[in-house]
């Protein structure tokens, strides 16, 4: 019987992607995927780092795995991510029950240790270049991320990425163009490009640059492709031929996520954003001035260290101006290795942080439920996903904004329908499926 591998998923997209490489290459090796961690013979976990709350939620994942290896003393523990990537050798230390550990771009060097009969624990955290080669087991077949670069050249001060994923490296254009064109012909509808900072792709390619603009114009036009996503951009290196391929390409989804992080300048500036306010704003007007209907969402920290409530007051200025359609809001937690980890002056105690935090829900509640207003009666063309999550009777899918529509009707995942939006709630478009469509099924 074949041996058994169970993956528990943490942080990202980028994590996401490297654990459906993992299960693609797993099971190249023999092994097969079991939905119960008990059951497995390799118990794997791919972790985030980016806030003090993930690694207490692994930390206990990561005792259950103790107490069933105790039960079973052949299973095998690893873990990956950025986490792994953060403690190195320290794993062994810490956790001594653990038999491998690898950083993000070290995934390959799993199946390298599972082949050999390694009888001691073994750590792999070199940074190498992107593991293309290996198969990938998508989580849904109709959709599909493409990983166009590795680690990030930014020196944000609360970040541990640049230390946990190495600096930028883009992947070849060629390459990235074949990849996509061989996932459409699998059946791939809609690509998500990923990247640290997908606007930086492309500069440091020899012996010719190319850029993120060309690379979504090529990929957008692959014919049998019906949807580009891309995440994340850089407000400060968002430029309008980007733009300009959403304006041109209607494959290119009308949603961006451009983080924010904080609304005051002086924090920005800390924070080592290298855009104030006023970019930030102005991309955002230019964005719109190309694609007018754009959904906007963003990442916003609460929090960060030296924040005033004039400083907290900017933040929801700014997104009154801008009316997020959504966002990721988060209290800042200092990481280890980190520049703003070594600041001890101004920092902002957890119930400020709590209560700021309420109130700039509230304000991003407020706005994204006025945003969605805008697409009560009007029909949208939605890629279904599947059953919907709180109610099995109606189907889930997703509109070209990324607006999740709950909606009464028939469709198979990963194919396209138009619906009726009747109701808009912050968070959720509801709609009944149009007649033209159901008189089809
Ligand atoms: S751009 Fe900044 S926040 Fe984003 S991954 Fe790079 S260093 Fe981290």
Not at 122 to 138: M, V
Request: hydrophobic share 35%.
């Amino acid at each position: 019987m074949a041996k058994q591998f169970h993956i528990t998923t943490f942080g990202c997209q980028m994590n996401e992607h490297d654990s459906e490489r993992m299960k693609g290459m797993l099971e190249s090796l023999g092994y097969a995927e079991t939905g119960e961690r008990g059951d497995a013979d390799l118990i794997l976990f791919n972790t985030c780092s980016i806030r003090e709350k993930a690694d207490e939620r692994f930390i206990a994942h990561l005792h259950d795995a103790k107490i069933i290896k105790r039960g079973r003393p052949g299973t095998v523990i690893g873990v990956g991510g950025c986490w792994a990537q953060s403690m190195k050798d320290l794993v062994f230390e810490q956790f001594p029950f653990v038999d491998v550990a690898f950083g993000p771009g070290q995934v390959p060097k799993l199946a390298e240790f599972l082949t050999t009969d390694s009888i001691s624990a073994q750590g792999f955290f070199e940074f190498e270049g992107f593991p293309a080669h290996l198969p990938t087991k998508r989580e849904r077949p109709h959709q599909a991320w493409l990983q166009i670069s590795v680690g990030c050249h930014m020196k944000c001060s609360y970040c541990i990425v640049p230390s946990t994923r190495g600096r930028h490296v883009s992947r070849p254009f060629d390459e990235l163009v074949a990849e996509a064109e061989r996932l459409v012909g699998e059946g791939v509808v809609e690509i998500t490009l990923l990247g640290q900072n997908v606007n930086a792709y492309g500069r440091d390619l020899r012996p010719e640059p190319r850029n993120f603009a060309e690379l979504l114009r090529v990929v957008g036009e692959i014919p049998g492709i019906k949807r580009v996503r891309y995440t994340s951009p850089h407000p400060q290196d968002m430029k309008r031929d980007v733009i300009d391929v959403h304006a041109e390409l209607d494959t290119v989804c009308q949603h961006i996520h451009l983080p924010l992080q904080a609304g005051s300048s002086r924090i920005l500036k800390a924070m080592r954003r290298t855009y104030d306010r006023e970019r930030f704003l102005d991309r955002v007007a230019m964005i719109r001035e190309g694609v007018p209907d754009v959904a906007f969402s963003t990442d916003i920290i609460v929090g960060f260290p030296g924040e005033t409530e004039e400083d907290f007051q900017q933040t929801l200025e700014v997104c009154e101006a801008v009316q997020f359609d959504s966002a990721f809001t988060f209290i800042f937690s200092a990481r280890r290795g980190t520049e703003a980890a070594d600041i001890t002056e101004g920092l902002v105690p957890h119930e400020v942080k709590v209560e700021r935090m309420q109130r700039l829900v509230e304000v991003i509640q407020r706005n994204a439920h006025e945003r969605a207003q805008r697409f009560v009666g009007r029909t949208m063309e939605v890629l279904i996903e599947g059953p919907s999550r709180t109610d099995p009777s109606r189907l889930r899918g997703r509109t070209t904004h990324n607006k999740a529509v709950n909606f009464e009707g028939f469709g198979e995942p990963g194919t396209f329908t138009t619906v009726e939006i009747v109701s808009a709630t912050s968070q959720t478009l509801m709609g009944e499926q149009s007649l033209v469509d159901l008189a089809l099924r």
